[in-house]
């Protein structure tokens, strides 16, 4: 079976502190997608990465970059110079390669609260 | 702008009330999904659909049936609403993966319904 943990359920920093957001992953699959997406208060998922298995490369773009280690089932999520905008909840997620989009396994989601 | 439109934000209704919560995407996407989401599980997925009258079961389908006459709208139905369906929906919708990776779903902005 498929999972996707995000063990911090809250987290709570100061604009421009930097932040990782956590992911662990299971699957049985040996071809997979993972997942970002950020879900503000006005409650639209925006889609933010998509990385799969077969890519262990780290991406950067602009403040956000994510960490892809296959040997730790890990795909983490780091925000640099955090800013208020940032606030919001974040979800990680997980599909097999064949599967049609949108069909995901989701994490219980890490909401970041960034303070002025 | 591509969008997934979901016709509430916010419903309340009786128990044992029939409910119908309605998505249209204007993407021409062959894929669509509804998903609850509830606070430390995340999202989970509840009926999808590859095509026009096509529908399948995802993890939580009990209490819940879908109708899919138009490529563009989704509709949720809730037969007999009950207290424990209270949550926020989230409608989705993905262009067809015919094996060459699947791709990001576009997302609905949620309708929270309470049932009373």
């Known amino acids: 079976a498929q999972k996707v943990t995000q063990a911090q359920t809250e987290i709570s920093v100061v604009e421009k502190e930097d932040v990782t957001l956590d992911c662990v992953y299971e699957?049985?699959?040996?071809?997979?997608?993972l997942f970002w997406y950020k879900q503000p208060p006005s409650g639209e998922l925006v889609f933010l990465i998509r990385?799969?298995?077969?890519?262990?490369q780290n991406e950067i773009s602009g403040r956000y970059s994510w960490n892809f280690q296959k040997s730790t089932s890990s795909f983490n999520f780091t925000i640099t110079a955090s800013q208020v905008v940032d606030s919001a909840v974040y979800f990680c997620?997980?599909?097999?390669?064949?599967?049609?989009?949108?069909?995901?396994?989701f994490g219980q989601g890490t909401e970041l609260s960034v303070k002025p | 702008d591509v969008k997934v439109t979901q016709s509430s934000r916010y419903l309340v209704k009786r128990t044992g009330e029939k409910v119908f919560l309605e998505c249209v995407q204007d993407?021409?996407?062959?894929?669509m999904f509804w998903y609850r989401q509830d606070p430390g599980l995340g999202l989970r997925l509840i009926y999808f659909?590859?095509?026009?009258?096509?529908?399948e079961k995802g993890d939580i389908p009990e209490g819940y049936s879908v109708s899919r006459e138009k490529k563009e709208r989704f509709s949720l139905i809730l037969e007999s609403a009950s207290t424990n369906q209270t949550s926020m929906y989230l409608c989705?919708?993905?262009?067809?993966?015919?094996?060459?990776?699947?791709?990001?779903?576009?997302f609905g902005q949620g309708t929270r319904l309470t049932v009373v």
């Open positions: 659909s590859y095509d026009v009258k096509m529908k």
């Open positions: 989705a919708s993905s262009p067809i993966n015919l094996g060459q990776g699947n791709t990001e779903a576009f």
């Open positions: 990385r799969n298995s077969f890519d262990e």
């Open positions: 993407m021409d996407h062959e894929n």
């Open positions: 699957t049985r699959d040996t071809t997979y997608y």
């Open positions: 997620a997980l599909t097999s390669y064949y599967n049609q989009g949108g069909k995901l396994i």
